[in-house]
């Protein structure tokens, strides 16, 4: 399988997908959406999504999918080398990834991507930001964490759900969090030092996933370092 | 497999495991839960799920499983007779149908759901209405049903994807826009007036699906009945 993934490295979903690919050795070719640039919006990828969203993924130049979770439940079911933990085939402990990933949506999602737009990232596309939108997106975001913490991690296993090896719900709730980097420290610290478990949980994840985590996370802390470039200058 | 389904037939995604079920002669014992009446807040139901929504799964007394789609896919999965095209084995045809899925939550669900509880529900539950919530739904709901018009259905075939049969996915989506029954006969008509083939596909599912469709909707119709009388003794 000839695989094309449409990809912006600053996307939360697009990493999550990276890191899968790479941890599983699933080749591939990354070509690169430039969100600030709009580049999502041309009419060559429209062709590829018309719902003109990153990530997307082209399989032997016929098949197109969208939709980060779709995305990685097709790679962890078609590639025969990738091991189970990712996303199992026992139908209980899948349902149960299942209903996380589904969870994501409306909750962690929600809270931490819209909080990280509306009060940051939407300049890189010379929006204004919305700062009424970011505190009910704050709003969100620390209910969602208080459920990780209290709900999603169990007293044993490292990873979500009690288990002791990562799967895709791991990966791409964590992907999430680490939007988190964006904001101002003192934000980021406010947000997550309440959630022990959930701070040792991102850990727990990145090192069982280095070095592909700190390779694709690097343009993240890149625009970390431009945006504070670009506060400074106001 | 002993079920029980925790439900609420005014619940979009409760009425679609519902029905699943019933089409599939898949037997459960149904246990109500009177979101008005907030009975999915008592501690209770929290020991079935920590989220407090309905609808939840408990399975032979012990694996407890909440959110529609995950629960969904399992009894597709682990309910032997269940016919494939609820939930292809076929990868490719399974992840496009994991894609509508996952497309849903923060879109036809959002802005459906949203305006619906926003401009009428929330009195049922003692809170007040909120126009701007509802205003911006109706926007992601606007944008929703222009894609499904235009991408989700295809020229060929009555469901999602192209498909010849309904699959889970044509379950949910429709089951949410049945709750759009509860707004005023001229918004909902001026909502769904300009797609010709979402309502086309709203009448194919629920003839496919009857008579547990109209049995299961039943509450809807009589809520719907009861908003008028509200209305008019104001």
């Not at chain 1, 505190?135 to 990873?159: M, P, R, T």
């Not at chain 2, 599939?24 to 979101?35: T, Y």
């Not at chain 2, 300009?194 to 509450?219: C, L, S």
Request: one cysteine or more; hydrophobic letters at 40%; glycine letters at 4%.
């Amino acid at each position: 399988m000839k695989l094309k993934l449409f990809v912006d490295r600053l996307s939360q979903p697009c990493r999550a997908i990276l890191i899968f690919c790479k941890m599983n050795e699933i080749e591939f070719e990354e070509v690169r959406i430039e969100l600030s640039k709009g580049e999502q919006l041309s009419p060559e990828f429209k062709e590829i999504n018309p719902m003109q969203k990153v990530p997307a993924m082209k399989v032997d130049e016929r098949f197109r999918l969208f939709e980060s979770h779709a995305i990685l439940r097709f790679l962890a079911g078609a590639f025969p080398g990738v091991a189970d933990h990712w996303y199992p085939a026992d139908l209980f402990k899948r349902a149960e990834i299942d209903s996380v990933l589904d969870w994501h949506h409306a909750n962690l999602r929600h809270g931490s991507a819209g909080l990280v737009f509306h009060s940051k990232l939407a300049r890189l596309s010379g929006r204004p930001l919305d700062l009424r939108a970011a505190a009910d997106c704050e709003k969100v975001l620390s209910a969602s964490l208080a459920k990780i913490e209290s709900v999603w991690l169990k007293e044993e296993g490292q990873f979500l759900l009690g288990n002791s090896k990562p799967s895709i719900a791991d990966l791409s709730l964590v992907c999430e969090t680490m939007q988190l980097e964006a904001l101002d420290e003192k934000v980021r610290k406010r947000l997550l030092d309440p959630h022990g478990k959930v701070r040792k949980w991102m850990d727990d994840t990145r090192n069982a996933t280095q070095p592909y985590f700190d390779e694709i996370h690097g343009v993240l802390f890149q625009v970390k370092d431009k945006l504070k470039e670009m506060e400074s200058d106001e | 497999m002993k079920l029980k389904l925790f439900v609420h037939r005014l619940s979009q995604p409760s009425r679609a495991v519902l029905i699943f079920c019933k089409l599939n002669k898949i037997e459960f014992e149904e246990v109500q839960i009177d979101l008005s009446k907030g009975e999915h807040l008592s501690p209770e139901f929290k020991e079935i799920n920590p989220m407090h929504k309905v609808p939840a799964m408990e399975v032979d007394g012990g694996f407890k499983l909440f959110e529609s789609h995950a629960i969904l896919r399992f009894l597709a999965c682990a309910s032997p007779g269940v016919a494939d095209h609820w939930y292809p084995a076929d990868l490719f045809k399974r992840a496009e149908i994991n894609s509508v899925l996952d497309w849903h939550h923060a879109n036809l669900r959002h802005g459906s759901a949203g305006l619906v509880f926003h401009s009428k529900l929330a009195p049922l539950f003692g809170l007040p209405s909120d126009v701007q919530a509802a205003a911006e739904c109706e926007k992601v709901l606007l944008a929703s049903l222009a894609k499904i018009e235009s991408f989700w259905l295809k020229e060929e075939e009555q469901f999602l994807l192209g498909n010849s049969k309904p699959s889970i996915a044509d379950l949910s989506l429709v089951c949410e826009t049945m709750q759009l029954e509860a707004l005023d006969e001229k918004v909902r008509q001026r909502l769904l007036d300009p797609h010709e083939k979402v309502r086309k596909w709203v009448d194919d599912t629920r003839n496919a699906m009857q008579p547990y469709f109209g049995e299961i909707h039943g509450v809807l119709f009589q809520l719907k009945d009861k908003l008028k009388e509200m209305e008019s003794d104001e």
